[in-house]
């Protein structure tokens, strides 16, 4: 185990939106953060794309694609230098938490051997069997983030990816499993419908901008039943999988390019309001993290929406592309050291567990001595 000192932990991402991989070093001792260092990206081409997609739902993943992800994550670390410990998100086909549990695609053991690293990785199963919902786990990472960054009253972190989530934290509170520390759910589809959308209607892979959705009309018959959906009557913490929502593209299938990317778009921001409802109080600022805050119509529809300031992340100098990243990094850290990275308030688990598993490179002959 860890003694107390911080590290460098390298965190790697590959996310809803099937994008790529974001990896990112963190200097930690998995309590504070001490710094932030190099990231990196390594895209999916759009054939490694198509193959994600088609195996997502799968339990269990193809031969071929786990080589692919396994080779695509060492690709986007190879060039990261200077870090002891890796923290492997994988990639997430199925999440059933209260059914089939939850997947995440790639190996541990591969990379460990690769890169010749400790690697934590499967971090959401144990939390699910404990009863959690296994999601969000970025939310110790956030109540680290708030005192990084010198909040000194609550503040929300939303992450914007394929799907949206929350984590309300209360930085007066240095512990994050202190009851009253920290709030966190998936707050409903982000990114994903409109993506879909474009996909579909435009051979796009993003409404880039919001520009699209920025000349239409919200269908609000489509919005409110939307906001029927029997999620957003579930008390908080709640998680959902990518594919929850699909039938929210139906509704928007009669509209027009322009009015369904407006009408999914503003779904996103509903959703967002309808989660602040859970939040113990108002927080002082919500910070947007994720892509989503690259979509200009969407940050106005939240700023509209919101009954508190909306500011992207970076206006606290973190960076809101690694911030996922980042994240698996300090929780990689914080599993070596023992200590929990999930707890009632932020997966609804039982009681506090810490999640991964860490697989070790076999000894190199080079670091074998001899007595
Ligand atoms: N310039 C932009 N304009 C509009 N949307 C953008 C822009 N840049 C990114 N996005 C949106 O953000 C998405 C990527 O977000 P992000 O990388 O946070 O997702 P992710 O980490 O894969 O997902 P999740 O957090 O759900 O796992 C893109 O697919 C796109 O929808
Ligand atoms: C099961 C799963 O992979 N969930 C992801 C997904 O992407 C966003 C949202 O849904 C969040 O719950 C989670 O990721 C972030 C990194 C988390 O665990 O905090």
């Given at each position: ?13 590959s996310g809803t939106s099937l994008d790529g991989v974001d ?18 990206f390594r895209a999916y081409s759009a054939d490694e794309r198509e193959m994600l997609r088609a195996e997502l739902?799968a339990?269990?993943a193809s031969?071929a694609l786990?080589?692919m992800l396994?080779t695509a994550h060492?690709q986007a ?14 990639q997430t086909l ?11 695609a ?55 990816g394929g ?28 990114n994903a419908?409109?993506n879909d959308?474009m996909r579909q209607?435009?051979a796009q892979t993003q ?35 990518r594919n ?47 892509g ?80």
């Amino acid at each position: 185990m860890l003694g107390n000192d911080a590290i460098w932990a390298c965190g790697t991402m590959s996310g809803t939106s099937l994008d790529g991989v974001d990896a990112a070093l963190v200097l930690t001792n998995g309590e504070e953060i001490s710094g932030f260092g190099e990231v990196a990206f390594r895209a999916y081409s759009a054939d490694e794309r198509e193959m994600l997609r088609a195996e997502l739902g799968a339990w269990e993943a193809s031969e071929a694609l786990c080589e692919m992800l396994e080779t695509a994550h060492v690709q986007a670390i190879h060039g990261l230098t200077g870090y002891e410990l890796i923290g492997f998100h994988g990639q997430t086909l199925a999440h059933e938490p209260h059914g089939r549990g939850t997947y995440q695609a790639g190996d541990g053991a591969v990379l460990a051997e690769v890169l010749n690293r400790p690697v934590v990785w499967d971090f959401r199963t144990s939390d699910v069997k404990l009863g959690g919902e296994g999601a969000p786990l970025a939310p110790f990472f956030h109540h680290a983030c708030a005192r990084y960054i010198g909040a000194q009253e609550p503040v929300a972190f939303l992450n914007l990816g394929g799907v949206g989530n929350i984590t309300w934290v209360d930085p007066r509170l240095r512990n994050p499993a202190a009851p009253g520390a920290l709030l966190a759910f998936d707050t409903g589809p982000a990114n994903a419908p409109v993506n879909d959308l474009m996909r579909q209607r435009r051979a796009q892979t993003q409404d880039d901008g919001g520009r699209l959705a920025a000349s239409g009309r919200v269908a609000e018959g489509v919005l409110e039943a939307f906001l029927e959906h029997p999620y957003f009557y579930r008390m908080p913490p709640k998680s959902l999988d990518r594919n929850d929502f699909t039938s929210l593209l139906d509704g928007v299938a009669d509209l027009s390019d322009v009015d369904a990317a407006a009408t999914l778009t503003a779904a996103c921001a509903a959703s967002v309001a309808r989660g602040m409802d859970h939040c113990p109080v108002a927080p002082a600022t919500v910070f947007v993290t994720g892509g989503g805050r690259h979509n200009a119509t969407l940050m106005a529809m939240l700023a509209a929406g919101l009954d508190c300031p909306v500011r992207p992340v970076e206006d606290v100098d973190l960076d809101g592309d690694m911030l996922e990243a980042q994240a698996f990094a300090y929780l990689a850290v914080r599993v070596a050291r023992g200590l929990p990275t999930s707890c009632p308030a932020t997966t609804g688990v039982r009681a506090c567990v810490g999640g991964g598993r860490i697989a070790r490179p076999t000894p190199r002959s080079a670091d074998v001595h001899l007595a």
